[in-house]
């Protein structure tokens, strides 16, 4: 383990993490929410840095990213433990056992070996992913600083709850993030995910028009918990008015795991219709996800509707796009080497 960074000491040797918006209040010899930030005799301790529980080499359309870089791979890596605890959590095997039962797995590696195996493997970029990356702060920050001296791009994967001082100290390193924009209501944060909406949002617009990181957004829809007309009506007009409509939205549908093991899987239909007010709204890239027999990951322009990047499984073609721009109409295509 290793000293943490992002907090401030506090009364009768109690301290405050600063890396989430939870802030949390950690007495001696306790952790914070996440459960891998440890009081240890008045010093906090990153518990998880260097334990690495996922790794892989992955599509970077998986992330899911579609304008970024599209066609490349991406060196995936993850440690144990999350700052929310989703009932929903489709990765909870990872994100949940430092928050349950203390436990935190995985092998050693340093920031300079994850680099070397990310070249070895001729990645595109590194992603900070599986889990919450805000919770692996430091070495995710180590590493994004090599990756950046060594000529690869770095990604986040990020549920979006992190502080503004964690965003800012990441903020040179970063080169695009995919946040999973859960719901829009601050019941769901609450009860579901054990977190709050408006922390949220405010950092959507930091990294969008302040950072200017890549951004595309991500939200599961649930059957009954976040897809009513009225909640995906507030969710896109804030993704149009202060995102930007230039942001990729990606629809994902849900199926049972974890604790919410007794609702049933999105239907078709919900999602079409989540698809379909996007675009009415003005999104130019909205994008179905995890969903068989719908074929809605294709990018297509905006100004004459031409097919630009097809997509098929997370392998990518673009034959009608070139240096972000398509053959066809000259419509300027939103993304990242693009073509």
């Known amino acids: 383990m290793v000293e943490a960074k992002l907090w401030k000491p506090l009364k009768d040797g109690a301290v405050q993490c600063r890396l989430c918006n939870h802030y949390c209040a ?156 859960k719901c829009f209501t601050e019941d769901f944060y609450e009860d579901i995910s054990g977190a709050r909406l408006k922390p949220i949002l405010e950092n959507l617009k930091y990294i969008k028009h302040t950072l200017k990181w890549w951004l595309e957004v991500t939200t599961l ?41 007794n609702v049933p899987a999105t239907n078709g239909d919900t999602l079409m219709t989540a698809y379909n007010m996007g675009k009415e709204k003005g999104l130019k890239y909205v994008y179905i996800g995890n969903m068989p027999g719908l074929d809605m990951q294709q990018t297509t322009c905006p100004g004459c509707g031409i097919l630009l990047i097809n997509r098929s499984g997370f392998a990518s073609t673009l034959p009608s796009i070139k240096e972000n721009k398509c053959i066809s109409c000259g419509e300027t295509i939103d993304g990242i080497e693009l073509g």
């Open 26 to 181: 950690i007495k001696p010899g306790e952790r914070g929410k996440c459960g891998v930030r440890e009081n240890t005799d008045g010093t906090l301790y990153a518990l998880n840095y260097g334990k690495i529980a996922a790794m892989n080499l992955d599509p970077v359309e998986k992330k899911p990213l579609y304008h970024f870089q599209p066609g490349t791979r991406t060196f995936s890596f993850a440690t144990m433990g999350c700052n929310l605890n989703c009932t929903f959590c489709q990765n909870w095997s990872l994100s949940q056992p430092p928050r349950e039962d203390g436990r935190i797995e995985g092998r050693d590696a340093t920031p300079e070996e994850l680099v070397e195996e990310a070249i070895r493997h001729k990645a595109a970029s590194i992603s900070y992913t599986y889990s919450e990356p805000t919770i692996f702060f430091e070495i995710m920050l180590d590493t994004a600083k090599l990756a950046h001296e060594r000529g690869l791009k770095n990604i986040m994967v990020s549920n979006g709850f992190m502080s503004r001082e964690c965003l800012d100290a990441l903020g040179p390193y970063i080169d695009a993030i995919n946040v999973d924009l």
């Open 221 to 261: 829809l649930i059957p009954g918990k976040n897809d009513s007309p009225e909640e995906l009506n507030q969710l896109t007009d804030f993704l149009v008015n202060e995102i930007g409509p230039d942001t990729p939205w990606h629809i994902s549908r849900f199926h049972p795991d974890y604790k919410m093991g």
